[in-house]
């Protein structure tokens, strides 16, 4: 039976070293072929990123990584995001690209959208950390990007931080409410209003407060608001929540 065993686990892993080997192959072949078509037309990369993508392997996915990180189109470097996003067989590879390609382009948000929506779509729990580091980027969109593709990757990791988030929020819409405001003359039409002196922060922590409970709802499937609410379902539901 031992004898057997052995032979078994032997025959396996022959055979996932010849699989290996001619998934290398076929991936040595893809970027290949992406070299010499890519340097062509715009429509020409175009077409090399869509036919690369169909090997899913980290070769390939480091290919596409160089498109991401050199002098191209917006256009070509989001084909080459969309691309990364459906790799399913190559998902820590893939991950791991968008992971350090996301805080590259903070200042294209087309780009820093498509990178987060191919982060959801791979449903791989390591691009969290990646996406943690903007929940509270100065710009709120980036922000509300960001937190929303964690709650539709799904992973438990992204849990803590999104709490974090809903109670720092809380804390600074309430300093603001309790903030004495003062009477301000709008020069241009002489109308007096009152104005908080923390409104821009107020605003912004709204802002972040909706996006951050969205995405703990996404997660837990729970219809709860409050900061208080998700630290004590939290501390409930750790110990068995499906941790990926």
């Not at 501390?235 to 990926?244: I, L």
């Given at each position: 039976?031992?004898?057997?065993c052995t032979l078994l686990i032997l025959a396996q892993s ?212 409050t900061g208080d609410g998700w630290s004590a379902w939290w ?10």
């Open positions: 039976m031992i004898v057997l022959a055979e996932e070293r010849a699989a290996e080997k001619l998934a290398e192959k076929a991936a040595n072949e893809a970027v290949a072929a992406f070299e010499k078509s890519f340097k062509g037309s715009e429509g020409d990369r175009l077409a090399a990123i869509s036919d690369v993508a169909k090997v899913h392997h980290l070769k390939t996915a480091n290919r596409l990584a160089a498109v991401l990180g050199g002098m191209q189109s917006s256009q070509v470097r989001t084909a080459a995001v969309k691309a990364l996003g459906g790799f399913i067989e190559a998902k820590k590879s893939a991950a791991n690209v968008l992971s350090n390609a996301l805080p590259a382009h903070t200042k294209e948000p087309s780009v820093f959208s498509a990178i987060c929506t191919a982060m959801a779509e791979l449903q791989e729990p390591s691009v969290i950390p990646a996406l943690v580091k903007h929940f509270e980027d100065k710009e709120e969109p980036l922000a509300c990007l960001a937190m929303a593709a964690a709650g539709k990757v799904g992973s438990s990791t992204a849990i803590d931080p999104l709490i974090a988030v809903v109670a720092h929020a809380e804390r600074v819409i309430r300093a603001a409410a309790n903030a004495a405001g003062s009477i301000v003359t709008d020069p241009a039409t002489g109308k007096q209003y009152y104005s908080s002196p923390e409104v821009r922060a107020r605003d912004r922590h709204k802002v972040l407060l909706k996006a951050a409970n969205g995405a703990l709802q996404e997660l837990s499937k729970e219809p709860i608001t501390s409930r539901n750790k110990a068995t929540f499906d941790r990926k």
